[in-house]
């Protein structure tokens, strides 16, 4: 099969597109035959070796970890899917080595869910990850219907996911974003506030009794979290662990086939859209992850297979 991969930690230039067989499809797995997949500043943060300390790497790593694509062979006991299901996933294992940017990939079962009809391959490729951080970020924290909720990072690919989610579970957005987005954030039903000096007296001009929830998608802002949850307020990060020493949560992300379903589902009720921004060929991986390192697209980078 085709993939790209690379060798030794570094920037772009340790991609190359290869041959690789086709992995083998273990007990509890599925072989995805990729149509698309999409790319997240973790693929080319771990490429640099940003996360050497966390997971363990065999290469050649291919590289990726979301997916939307059909089921092409089951493995043993995998009676929830079969050949043909449209499927998506946050493929992420337990170590670093067979990722999506390849035309295929094996997922274990409890990762998947399936595609949403309303979504196409590219939108659905853009979802796991970036929706499963808002998701479960939202849901742990107990977001529901009247809450006040502040999104730190709004127009960001976790951002304006989360806009919507915390929407579709009945709460009132408050999100902050640099001025060029924060139409496109009304759009979403998100009531958006400027970035910079000043920003805590921004909200609390919105919520003067001070918001039930603050999602932090961007880090750094804690000062400002403290200054405008409310008494009985619940926080969470998912770029600064300094929340644990403030009564929040830091998280990562999950792959939950169950919850990743449940993204589908407000999809297809018309609740939540991805995004997307560019589209590049498999052999152009390297010039997606630039664009990505680069931070200013409004959606996501997809490949296509």
């Known amino acids: 099969m085709r993939a790209m991969t690379y060798e030794t930690y570094g920037g772009t230039e340790?991609?190359?597109?290869?041959?690789?067989?086709?992995?083998k499809v273990g007990p509890g797995e599925v072989l995805v035959r990729v149509r698309c997949a999409s790319v997240n500043p973790v693929d080319?943060?771990?490429?640099?070796?940003?996360?050497?300390?966390?997971?363990?790497?065999?290469?050649?790593v291919v590289p990726g970890w979301d997916v939307a694509g059909t089921v092409e062979r089951v493995g043993i006991d995998t009676p929830e899917f079969a050949a043909g299901d449209e499927v998506m996933a946050y493929a992420r294992k337990d170590?670093?080595?067979?990722?999506?940017f390849a035309?295929?990939?094996?997922?274990?079962?409890r990762a998947l869910a399936p595609k949403p009809a309303s979504l196409s391959w590219q939108q659905?490729?853009?979802?796991?990850?970036?929706?499963?951080t808002a998701f479960q970020l939202l849901t742990r924290l107990r977001t529901r219907e009247g809450?006040?909720?502040?999104?730190?990072?709004?127009?960001?690919?976790v951002g304006s996911l989360g806009v919507q989610i915390a929407r579709a579970l009945g709460a009132r957005v408050i999100g902050t974003a640099s001025l060029r987005n924060h139409d496109r954030l009304r759009e979403l039903?998100?009531?958006p506030v400027a970035y910079g000096d000043g920003l805590a007296d921004r909200v609390r001009g919105l919520a003067p009794d001070g918001v039930d929830v603050v999602a932090d998608f961007v880090g750094g802002v804690l000062d400002v979290t403290r200054a405008v949850l409310a008494d009985d307020g619940r926080h969470a990060s998912i770029a600064d662990q300094t929340v644990l020493g403030a009564g929040g949560q830091w998280m990562w992300v999950r792959p939950v086939g169950s919850d990743l379903a449940a993204l589908g589902r407000l999809a297809d009720e018309g609740r939540l859209t991805v995004t997307v921004a560019e589209t590049f060929p498999l052999s152009e991986l390297a010039a997606a992850f630039a664009l990505n390192q680069d931070g200013h697209t409004a959606g996501k980078i997809v490949i296509e297979v």
């Open 103 to 109: 035309e295929f990939v094996t997922v274990p079962v």
């Open 124 to 132: 659905a490729a853009g979802l796991p990850l970036a929706g499963l």
């Open 44 to 60: 080319w943060k771990i490429m640099s070796g940003g996360l050497d300390g966390l997971m363990d790497v065999v290469y050649p």
């Open 189 to 191: 039903g998100c009531e």
């Open 14 to 23: 340790v991609l190359s597109e290869t041959r690789l067989p086709v992995p």
């Open 95 to 100: 170590w670093v080595h067979g990722g999506t």
């Open 147 to 157: 809450d006040t909720v502040l999104i730190h990072g709004a127009a960001g690919g």
